[in-house]
Nanobody
Framework: QVQLVESGGGLVQAGGSLRLSCAAS????????MGWFRQAPGKEREFVAA????????YYANSVKGRFTISRDNAKNTVYLQMNSLKPEDTAVYYC???????????WGQGTQVTVSS
């Protein structure tokens, strides 16, 4: 059973940076497309970023493009989300997820809270 565990969240002032990590169990991590999502209070979960198996191709929501960077280290079974120039509207619980063969995300972490103060 694959498990995903996020870490790195916290409280930061606007304009600051955080790096989130998502550690995955299982030997086939490198075969999967991985994504980051977030959910703010009272809002639906939204896509933030995703990365293909080899790490060369990445995708970002328009709201974070140019500020966030997704990367992965397959040797460590870990995917990262570097978040710079944080804004109060980035406050949310951030989740990493694994994309299944059919395109849906089938395994989710428990989430890590990111709070950006103004």
């Amino acid at each position: 059973q694959v498990q995903l565990v996020e870490s790195g969240g916290g409280l930061v002032q606007a304009g600051g940076s955080l790096r989130l990590s998502c550690a995955a169990s299982g030997r086939t991590f490198s075969a999967y497309f991985m994504g980051w999502f977030r959910q703010a209070p009272g809002k639906e979960r939204e896509f933030v970023a995703a990365i293909r198996w080899g790490g060369a191709t990445t995708y970002y929501a328009n709201s974070v493009k140019g500020r966030f960077t997704i990367s992965r280290d397959n040797a460590k079974n870990t995917v990262y989300l570097q978040m710079n120039s944080l804004k109060p509207e980035d406050t949310a619980v951030y989740y990493c997820a694994r994309q299944a063969t059919g395109g849906t995300y089938d395994v989710w972490g428990q989430g890590t809270q990111v709070t950006v103060s103004s």
